[in-house]
């Protein structure tokens, strides 16, 4: 019960602000043009409640799948009605054109400020996703081995695509589940070409290679009485090596696991200064274990006022690359659905980050605020692209579409719509099915 609380309060959290932001930037740009705004609804359908000031109605209504504003003369496609001062059809193309690009303006400048705060603030990240993509661990019997894939190869193309980073080689192959994926490596001065068919993990199909970065292990907490604590280590220790040998976070758990009983020379970086401590697992059931808590080593990224903006700009702009292609491989087929997240996934993440702490909820609002405003300026009907189309092509023929192709052009967009709304809604539910969307089949 907790949990359905705590999910439906982040939920609303998230949702509403994403919601307000858009729809406020449609009400800004429309009363700035001088347009009468009718509605200003958190939610479609039935009006559950709210309150009139001036010409508008401030309503919370009965679905909660975005929200709208209801501009004069909207959706009016009568060719002789009488147009009032204040009516849309009274203002410019270009006036219109900016009311409705505005609300995904205001949400895609929303994730610019959220993301620039942040940077400002300073966050902790984990090291190596801006790391240069070197392969410092293996999975035994994973598509990485089975590929021939070494460590120290460095990752330089993945179907194509230079990778400068581990995060870009996260994103290249976790929307590529059981794909043949080609790859350019580096390996002792050679370029090699490396085919590598991938996995599907998880329930939202994320591609899978088995492989990792260079990850240093950064020790967050020593357990009293503990082989760790009367070897010496402490919190804030980074583990460099084991044996004289450099070992990294993977191979550094499966080292202390497999040699119960057996001293270990573990070499720590503390604070600048190397030590070597002897340190003996203790078996506990199975595997052998120190008694540490350990992390993936982090740094906190802070910057000047100016430098985080620029930053922001820059991720952002990345991100919009990002959302672009995976639509894109959404269609070809090169992503899967379960990848796409509905309003039960939203809701489910929102309380995740909800839990973490403030800072992962702001991220995690600039994130989806950035993928609305985005996916909105598509031109499909029933999203404010989908007007911008129409008035872009108005604008290049220089006369307004008649009654009939708008009602069309409307009655698809609704289609559309109701389309979306009930495969993202069913796409959310069968992720939790054993079958997946064969569960829905009878037979």
Do not use: C
């Not at 907790?2 to 930037?25: C, D, Q, S, W």
């Amino acid at each position: 019960m907790v949990n359905i609380l705590g999910t439906l309060l982040a939920f609303t959290i998230v949702f509403g602000i994403l919601v307000f932001v858009h729809e406020f930037g449609h009400f800004f740009m429309a009363k700035l043009a001088g347009v009468r705004v009718e509605v200003f609804s958190f939610g479609y359908g039935k009006r559950l409640f709210g309150f009139k000031k001036g010409d508008t109605d401030y309503r919370i209504s009965l679905l909660p799948m975005g929200g709208y504003v209801r501009l004069l003369g909207e959706g009016m496609f009568e060719k002789d009605r009488p147009v009032a001062p204040d009516d849309l059809m009274a203002k410019t193309r270009g006036q219109r054109l900016l009311i409705m690009a505005m609300g995904s303006i205001m949400n895609i400048v929303l994730a610019v400020v959220i993301v620039a705060f942040m940077n400002g603030v300073g966050t902790s990240a984990p090291e190596w996703l801006d790391a240069r993509p070197v392969i410092g661990w293996i999975e035994s019997g994973s598509p990485a081995e089975r590929a021939g894939l070494r460590v120290d190869d460095e990752i330089l193309r993945i179907a194509g695509r230079a990778v400068g980073s581990w995060a870009d080689v996260q994103m290249a192959i976790g929307t590529k589940p059981d794909r043949l994926v080609p790859l350019e490596v580096r390996r002792d001065g050679q370029v090699l070409d490396v085919d590598l068919q991938t996995e599907s993990v998880t329930r939202y199909e994320m591609g899978y290679a088995g492989f990792q970065a260079k990850i240093l292990t950064e020790i967050r907490m020593v357990l009293p009485n503990s082989p760790a604590e009367k070897a010496g280590l402490k919190a804030g220790d980074l583990i460099v090596a084991i044996d004289g040998a450099p070992v990294y976070f993977y191979k550094f758990l499966d080292i202390i696991q497999k040699n119960a009983g057996r001293e270990l020379q573990i070499t720590v970086d503390r604070g600048g200064r190397t030590l070597t401590l002897p340190v003996t697992p203790r078996k506990e059931g199975e595997v052998g274990k120190i008694g540490i808590s350990q992390v993936a080593k982090s740094v906190i990224k802070k910057y000047p006022f100016f430098a985080a903006i620029g930053q922001s700009f820059k991720s952002n702009l990345d991100n919009v690359f990002l959302i672009v292609r995976f639509v894109k491989e959404l269609f070809t087929g090169e992503a899967s659905t379960r990848q796409l997240g509905g309003p039960l996934e939203i809701a489910n993440f929102s309380y995740a980050a909800f839990r973490m702490g403030w800072a992962a909820l702001l991220s995690w609002i600039a994130v989806i605020s950035l993928q609305l405003g985005v996916l909105n300026l598509f031109p499909i009907p029933v999203f404010d692209g989908g007007q911008i189309f129409v008035l872009v092509i108005e604008s290049i023929f220089r006369r307004d579409l008649g009654p009939k192709a708008r009602q069309v052009w409307m009655t698809i967009g609704f289609v559309i719509f109701v389309f979306l709304i009930v495969f993202v809604i069913l796409n959310d539910i069968v992720k939790r099915l054993p079958n997946g969307w064969g569960s829905l089949v009878p037979f």
